[in-house]
């Protein structure tokens, strides 16, 4: 998969799409991963969110229908997916800092966020370490929000995660541990995190049994490609490995993404903050 002309694609896709419904789907197929990942690839690549993006774009145009072709406001507000002219305006006046309206006197400032284009840069030289591993089925016992891929607030990773991360431990780390499913708290074993198909869940290894108010989750057999990052966790760290992932080693490792399986984040048990800690993201792939 050439990502560049993927993401190159993503922008050219969007900007054809502005005043139409635009699938996720779509846009991630064409750099070649998941929803989940593209998300997190593109807010790091671009530093926003997909969705804010495309907000901006709208907006951007929305100004130059109002300004320069004299499109009624409640036509504009239709045309960039609004349901009413007072949201509309309120999201406006957010972007622009002035009111539809006052967009069309003589005069007035506007700001203009124009459509992206994506170049390769080169960056200094970090080795990433990764590993293969083949891997049966196995399931994960955890929780899962059941997204839509196609929903704008479903691009933006951490509202997703977030909740989920805290549920889990707010409600099930003392629980799996008293239950005797585990020998020490949730947080001193391996936690799993995935998407695929629209749900995302995050649990840890199935141990046979299922809490109330949790699900079973089967990960398939699969080959994978285990990358071992060090140090922090969450923004921006993930993205930008995501996104190394993608740019750097898929190009040239000779493997395609596999998209029977999820790929999953490891964060092994102990403190996240100790020098030595490392997670890892596990990508499943074909080989040719």
């Known amino acids: 998969m050439d990502w560049l002309k993927g993401m190159n694609d993503v922008a050219g896709y969007i900007e054809s799409h502005l005043n139409q419904r635009l699938s996720y789907r779509i846009m991630a197929g064409m750099v070649g ?26 907006l951007s145009q929305a100004a130059l229908d109002l300004q320069q072709r004299q499109v009624k406001v409640i036509d504009a507000a239709l045309r960039y997916g609004y349901d009413s002219p007072t949201a509309f305006a309120r999201a406006f006046r957010e972007l622009h800092g002035v009111t539809p309206s006052q967009a069309r006197r003589p005069g007035v400032i506007l700001k203009t966020y124009p459509p992206l284009s994506f170049q390769l840069t080169i960056q200094g030289v970090s080795p990433m370490e990764f590993r293969m591993e083949h891997t049966e089925e196995f399931k994960i016992v955890g929780l ?17 995660l977030g909740p989920l991360w805290r549920r889990f431990m707010e409600e099930y780390d003392s629980r799996l541990y008293e239950e005797g499913l585990y020998t020490s708290p949730f947080w001193q074993v391996a936690a799993y995190s995935y998407e695929l198909d629209g749900k995302t869940a995050i649990g840890a290894e199935y141990k046979g049994k299922c809490p109330q108010g949790m699900e079973l989750c089967t990960v398939p057999a699969a080959q994978w490609a285990v990358f071992s990052f060090p140090g922090p966790t969450g923004n921006p760290h993930v993205p930008r490995a995501y996104a190394r992932i993608l740019t750097e080693w898929f190009p040239k490792s000779g493997c395609h993404r596999d998209e029977s399986a999820p790929n999953l984040e490891v964060f092994p048990g102990g403190d996240i903050n100790a020098p030595d800690y490392r997670w890892e993201i596990w990508m499943p792939v074909k080989m040719g």
């Open 33 to 58: 991963c998941s929803v989940y990942e593209f998300s997190r690839i593109f807010s790091f690549m671009t530093g926003m969110p997909v969705s804010e993006y495309i907000r901006r774009r709208r």
């Open 144 to 160: 899962v929000d059941r997204g839509n891929p196609d929903c704008q607030d479903y691009m933006d990773s951490e509202p997703v």
